[in-house]
């Protein structure tokens, strides 16, 4: 049962049933007050042979055969003031009466269900109008078992064709939906564990019918998303195996730079004037070329790098970045900042550090002589502000800051800080953003969750 197809068939078997039920009630209730009319009509067909019999009488024997024909203890006609009676010489009492012509539908309802439930052979008597004539008023006397019978007979009858027509119904619609949905969507099924399984078959791509409903369209965009996502594998595993190459290339290059740098530091101490002159040229050359081997490293192996979050003071770190070589040395840049010295963030410290060295960094090289560090906190979430006062970016850059080997603003950039610097950022549960950049200076926001 935990089909669809199942469900879908108990639930209309279920539904036809109940609205086969709203039809019931009605239906019994309106066979019990056609039943009761026609023992009226019949009664004043019997009654009517008092007028042709001389001076109203007939014989015992026709009268217990008309009673028995109406299937009544006694017949009371009442008829323009005169009152006509047949009945057997020793009726039962009666125990309710009741008047057909002041009956509502819901009190009709309720007595047929009363009768269906009752177990007790009770003497009832009907009034109510002759059917072919309103101002004839006809009383009878008669037994309520008879009418329980007819009406259980015929309930059990509704019952039957109701239940007949819900499993009929609910089989076409079985079959319906089976084929128009309940298949189709296995098919989905199976195809998107065929492509989990093995993505590089091309036979667990789902061909897509010609279907104009929800269905084909889904069936379509699922064979175009396994279209995509097929071609982004083989793209990705391509890009993968050139990483490692790149990567053994870059790591061989770099040592084969470094030796070279050593044999042109030696260049510096020539007595040659020329090759003193071309030696520096030499060997600024070789650093770049050095430089963008160990960037193109660390980012093939960026994907690699495990994360490591934990709590620590963000003043400490600003502190130690400002103190670092690589920015006191070769690129001095002042740091204003007001960080709170209480203030604890939790992230993997050494991946920070390189995100914020590396805008320092980028400040420096870009002429800016100071960086402001500012920080704004909010529930769960720490947002540091890093400000220089450098010449901002040309348009160009803006557009390719955080795409890898397009995004450098200065000659001889590789081009991958910034798009390492998001990356580690993201690996934090963060994020880096560009938030302005103009003649007064560029501002980036390093975004940290607090979870």
Known sequence: MRSLSARLLILTVSFVMIAEIMIFMPSVARFRFDWLNEKLNAAHLAILTL??????????????ELLAHVGAYAINVHRGGARLVLASDMPPPIQETMNLSSSDPVGLVMDALAVLTRTDARVLRIVGNAPKDAET????????????????????????????????????????????MVRPMRLITQSMTQFRDDPDNAESILEPSARSDEIGIAQRELADMQAVLRSTLHQ?????????????????LRGILSSALLVSDRLEGSDDPEVRRVTPTLISAIDRAVALCSDTMDFVRNDQLVTKRRRFPLAPLIHDIGTDTDISDKNPISIDSTIDPGLVIIADRDQVYRVLKNLLQNAGQAGADRVDIRVETMEKRTEIYVHDNGPGMPERAKENIFVPFEGSVRAGGTGLGLPIARELMRNNGGDLTLVSTDDQGTTFCLLLLQI
Do not use: C, N
């Open 51 to 64: 007028d042709v019999a001389p001076e109203g009488m007939i014989d015992d024997r026709l009268r217990e």
């Open 236 to 252: 990705k595993d391509r890009l993968a195996a050139l990483g490692t190459g790149v990567a053994k290339i870059s790591h061989d």
């Open 137 to 180: 008023i006809i009383e009878v006397v008669i037994e309520e078992r008879p009418l329980q019978v007819a009406l259980i007979a015929f309930a059990w009858r509704i019952f039957l064709l109701s239940l007949a027509i819900s499993l009929f119904t609910a089989g076409l619609v079985y079959l319906s939906l089976h084929r128009l």
